[in-house]
T-cell receptor, first 113, second 112 residues
Framework: GEDVEQSLFLSVREGDSSVINCTYT??????LYWYKQEPGAGLQLLTY?????DMKQDQRLTVLLNKKDKHLSLRIADTQTGDSAIYFC?????????????FGQGTELSVKP | EPEVTQTPSHQVTQMGQEVILRCVPI?????FYWYRQILGQKVEFLVS????????KSEIFDDQFSVERPDGSNFTLKIRSTKLEDSAMYFC??????????FGPGTRLTVL
């Protein structure tokens, strides 16, 4: 079945850019997502990208998709201490899969002042 | 801003007991989902629901699990006879179309 993988930890200084990487295996995924989870909270949808796009920018967030390599990244510009959280990459199961999402294990972002 | 809500936030039960986890999806959404996250593991898809029937379910979603939309606002997950390995955080999600899912805060289920 489909698998989604992420590195577990990333530590950056406040004001730097953060880049969180993700790889997935199913080329039929239509949408790829980034979710944020703060302690004790649910999964907050940050952004998503359609599989026929290479890049999507939304304020401080930039998503890059390399469909050939099945690689997705999330860049957070000017990272703030409030960005400290766990970031999950997710891929849908492709057409006619009932909308199920397959998640990576999450990357814990630590932002140091 | 509309949000998905879930109750209770924490449920403790004895092995073999039935539990019902409740969710109120965003009001104009048509697609509903349950996921779970066992401590230290990935978030796993359980089931999706549209037009009053299951669209897709995972291998985890066996005969012990069922979902229901008993009225116009609630979406429930029932586990008939809980096992120790059912202990997890259970997330409900909803979407207007078939993507862009919005998640609730989760219910932590502890089976003793």
């Amino acid at each position: 079945g489909e698998d989604v993988e992420q590195s577990l930890f990333l530590s950056v200084r406040e004001g730097d850019s953060s880049v969180i990487n993700c790889t997935y295996t199913d080329s039929s995924s239509t949408y790829l997502y980034w979710y944020k989870q703060e302690p004790g909270a649910g999964l907050q949808l940050l952004t998503y990208i359609f599989s026929n796009m290479d890049m999507k920018q939304d304020q401080r967030l930039t998503v890059l998709l390399n469909k050939k390599d099945k690689h997705l990244s999330l860049r957070i510009a000017d990272t703030q201490t409030g960005d400290s959280a766990i970031y999950f990459c997710a891929a849908d199961g492709g057409y006619n899969q009932g909308g199920k999402l397959i998640f990576g294990q999450g990357t814990e972002l630590s932002v140091k002042p | 801003e509309p949000e998905v809500t879930q109750t209770p936030s924490h449920q403790v039960t004895q092995m073999g007991q039935e539990v019902i986890l409740r969710c109120v999806p965003i009001s104009n959404h048509l697609y509903f989902y349950w996921y779970r996250q066992i401590l230290g593991q990935k978030v796993e898809f359980l089931v999706s629901f549209y037009n009053n029937e299951i669209s897709e379910k995972s291998e985890i979603f066996d005969d012990q699990f069922s979902v229901e939309r008993p009225d116009g606002s609630n979406f429930t997950l029932k586990i008939r006879s809980t096992k120790l390995e059912d202990s997890a955080m259970y997330f409900c999600a909803s979407s207007e179309g078939s993507h862009e899912q919005f998640f609730g805060p989760g219910t932590r289920l502890t089976v003793l």
